[in-house]
């Protein structure tokens, strides 16, 4: 394998630890961020959930253990991303909620930054909280966000005594990003401050100039652990700073919000790469910023997707830099890159659109490009004069080449001293593709439930100096077991399509992660997939062939709900029905004469615990 030293005496790394939500911070301050895109514990379609990963890198999770009480999962709610729902579906006095440890890095602070995406389905008079630490009213308060009286929203720091409320109103259905801040350190009248979508709604007072060590639990959902008012809706995005962020970063968040699930900003809108007309650059959106109050000047490739940034100089007050892409997969492609001067050209598939807010001196900035960050695992670049920096103004068309790398540390390359003056789309790309390599060309990763248990189908549509592929799986994503190793092609130019089966696939919900491996063992690849294997159960159909008319005899337990779904040939459904298996009850009668055409079907069902399946022929 190939080193390289690192040329970082003038670029230190540090330039680019920004890793918190849209570069704002790091685990030092952003205490808690969950997001129903990451972390928790399924991602199918109202699936119940019994945990939710904090993603701030501090292990604050939340957890449900009672069945009764777990939210579930919903996916395409804002913009086409999941939200956790909060439906409450068990009857009074089982709400829905997710329970957090007690930790200090949740209060014994001068200064509190919320950000809370959400979509209510119940906005009345009675406490629809959002996020608290406390143990009973007043008692181990820390804060309370919620809905209450009025159809307004809630602020509790520290007790309730100087609760206070915003003068906007809020509905049923509608989305919503909502931001709350504290600073003990600001004048009495001034320490509490509220903002909905990106516009100051209220300012208010706060005695407390600190919130001490609480020993409460983090509740998310109700107003605290044995509470039986529910939420009642959908929560996407929870974030939480222990300190008052300035405006600058709180400006650079609410658009990594925006974007991210399409709720218009009525003040202070700096990315435009989230429009229709510019492609809809939602993804991982980041950002660097000044106001008076203060600045952020740099965020890492890490929470990019693989692109990171650091401010040099230029950045005045009211300048902004925000960069987002529109592809959650990345690898090489070797079409789509005129304008390139190379022989052997070739570009990340993933581009980044870049909106430059500059009213005074141009902004001169450190660009990072991380191979492993942007999802592709870990390899060896070529030299940094192979590697140059793209720009197009538009979609489509031919590229600038802007800059030759100045260094290359590990799989990251950086570009160093660019000035960034102009909006539009920038990638990177290579001259020689042979001897600077980007990503092998994966097409696709996908679990199936099968006949023989879970089949792992993968496709490469190259491969460079490739040894062999790794299969593992885990229950709870985090701990993975190995299942096969299977052989790489080596080095190919056209598709190869690769399959392996694991015949004794775990109980429920599962993840299987594929590795891919270089010829000198360097893990080059990762990709994770979920999935939903319940064992197959015994399902009959009779008579069978018939006219229309049915019967379903099926093994599941009493008490259980099953779905039952009828699908054509081609796999379109025709017929779809919830069922609750009773005492006694042997077989489920179907009278789908006149309304399901003659030919071949497949019966589907599924339990909590159970698979089916069976022919259907109707004459």
């Known amino acids: 394998m190939r080193t390289f030293s690192a040329l970082f005496s003038l670029f230190p790394f540090l330039l680019f630890s920004q890793s918190g939500p849209a570069g704002v911070g790091s685990s030092t301050n952003n205490s808690l961020w969950l997001k129903a895109d990451a972390g928790s514990s ?186 039986p008012r529910p939420f009642g809706g959908y929560i996407s995005e929870i974030i939480i700073y222990r300190t008052a962020l300035n405006d600058a970063s709180r400006i650079i968040v609410d658009n990594y919000l925006s974007a991210k699930y399409n709720i218009t900003l009525l003040s202070n809108d700096k990315y435009q790469g989230d429009t229709p007309a510019n492609g809809d650059f939602d993804y991982d959106v980041c950002g660097v910023g000044q106001e008076s109050s203060g600045s952020s000047t740099s965020f890492s490739s890490s929470i990019s997707g ?29 079409s789509d890159v005129g304008g390139m001067t190379g022989a052997l050209n070739a570009r990340w598939t993933r581009v980044w659109y870049v909106d430059v807010s500059n009213a005074l001196s141009n902004i001169n900035v450190n660009l990072e490009f991380d191979l492993s960050d942007g999802g592709v695992g870990a390899i060896s670049p070529g030299p940094a004069s192979d590697y140059k920096l793209l720009y197009r103004n538009v979609q489509t068309g031919n590229w600038t080449e802007l800059s030759t790398a100045s260094s290359v540390s590990g799989d990251k390359i950086i570009f160093s001293g660019i000035t960034l003056t102009n909006d539009g789309y920038y990638t990177i790309g290579t001259h020689q593709f042979n001897a600077s390599p980007l990503p092998v060309e994966l097409l696709f990763f996908e679990a199936t439930v099968c006949k023989s248990g879970v089949c792992l189908q993968w496709a490469t549509a190259s491969e460079k100096n490739a040894d062999y592929f790794s299969i593992e799986r885990s229950k709870n994503g985090i701990d993975f077991e190995f299942v096969a190793q299977i052989k790489a092609a080596g080095n190919s130019a056209r598709e190869i399509n690769y399959l392996e089966t694991d015949f004794n696939p775990l109980d429920g919900i599962s993840y299987y992660r594929l590795k891919q491996f270089d010829k000198d063992d360097a893990l080059q690849l990762i990709l994770i997939r979920s999935i939903d294997f319940r064992e197959e159960g015994t399902l009959y159909v009779f008579p069978n062939p018939n006219s229309g008319e049915f019967n379903l005899n099926l093994n599941a337990n009493s008490g259980e709900e099953v779905l039952v779904v009828i699908v054509d040939a081609a796999g379109k459904q025709v017929y779809s029905k919830v069922i609750l298996k009773k005492d006694g009850e042997n077989y489920l009668g179907l009278d789908l004469t006149g309304s399901i055409q003659p030919g071949l079907y497949w019966v589907l069902a599924s339990s909590r615990q159970k698979f089916y399946r069976s022919v259907l022929l109707i004459k």
């Not at 959002?130 to 209450?148: D, E, L, W």
């Not at 692109?307 to 300048?319: A, E, H, I, W």
């Not at 987002?324 to 090489?332: E, I, K, L, R, V």
Request: net charge negative.
């Open 42 to 227: 399924s991602t199918v379609n109202g699936s119940a959930i019994s945990f939710w990963n904090d993603q701030s890198g501090n292990g604050i999770h939340v957890t449900q253990t009672l069945a009764a009480q777990q939210p579930s999962f919903a996916t395409n709610v804002l913009n086409g991303f999941p939200a956790i729902q909060f439906d409450n579906v068990n009857g009074p006095n089982v709400n829905d909620k997710l329970i957090g440890p007690d930790s200090p890095l949740l209060d014994n602070t001068s200064g509190y930054s919320f950000f809370m995406v959400t979509r209510p389905q119940n906005v009345d008079n009675n406490a629809r909280v959002i996020v608290s630490k406390r143990t009973g009213v007043a008692i181990n308060q820390s804060f309370m966000q919620f809905f209450f009286t009025g159809n307004r929203f809630y602020t509790d720091i520290q007790s309730n005594n100087e609760r206070y409320n915003t003068v906007a109103t809020f509905t049923a259905n509608n989305n919503f990003l909502i931001d709350q801040f504290y600073d003990g350190t600001l004048a009495m009248a001034s320490r509490c401050r509220t903002y909905v979508n990106g516009t100051l709604d209220v300012t208010s007072g706060e005695t407390n100039t600190l919130v001490p060590d609480n020993v409460s639990p983090l509740v998310i959902g109700s107003t605290d652990a044995t509470d």
């Open 306 to 334: 693989g692109f990171g940034l650091s401010v040099n100089s230029g950045l005045d007050n009211g300048d902004y830099i925000l960069a987002g892409h529109n592809s959650f997969t990345n690898d090489a492609t070797y």
